[in-house]
């Protein structure tokens, strides 16, 4: 193990140099800025190695988040394009898989860096040790009460696959559900800005009508996958907001309990309060007189 530990040390040295190069060779290309129709070479590594953490994250989220760290470079159509050709979504029960994830495929396994394959080496056996008889915990949350035991909260995204709702407690109102152009701006506002001049970036009303101009401008299939956000976050909505009032339910409950609890304490204590002594006014008026 100590040697495989070595090899994997130097390795992540000539992998960090070479990354090195790429972000120099990056700020070199006079066309960075611009959206490329085929995917850069430089730019794979580092999308594989997203995609290859990415667990049962959906294609749109995957590309989102690598438009985000690189804007103005290519379209997210164009992404989804790449990660369909760089992996699969499937379960892999011997890799300890309770449902479909992303794997990279052979062919561009060698691309995915150490920091990576670490991660994923403890994430399989982390599933696998999970699967062990005994090991399944129940949580004995909020939401788990709302779903049942063992179920995990979500619904179906753009790709027709489930797409987990975020961790929600409960302790606070639930944020309300957008619209599909909310999510279609806060999905596309960090690329537009990225497209813009330093100096017209902070112009808001320069931005958002960009974004306006954007939306109407989709096709049909593009501003379904927004309508599809739309109706998965009612649904997100809808049961937090179901959370929300068990908590509450359960908060009012323990809280009556502990009253009673109190009120039974401290009458089992044996402890009463003396009652107010009467005055008696006519032995006072007696012990007053001359």
Partial sequence: EEQVEDV???????????KTLNEYSREETPSANTLSSIFPDEMLSDL???VAKSGHTGIMTIANDFSADNPGRVSKRLICSQ???VARKEKKEEEGDTRAVWHILPEFVSLIDVETL???RKAKADKL????????KKTGNDTEDVLGEGKSAGALGPEGEFAPFPDYDGSEEPRENKKAFTHFCNGTRREVKASLDPIHRKDKSRVNRILKDQWFALSEEDMLIWKTWENWDAKRYAHDLSVFELVKKNREKKRRVDHDRSLDNGSSSGISIPKKQKSDTTGDATNGAP
């Fill in 129 to 136: 040790d999970e699967r062990k008889p005994g090991n399944h």
């Fill in 48 to 50: 594989i190695n997203l």
């Fill in 8 to 18: 994997e040390n130097e390795m992540q040295k000539v992998q960090s140099r070479l």
């Fill in 83 to 85: 990660i369909e050709e």
């Fill in 118 to 120: 670490r991660y994923l």
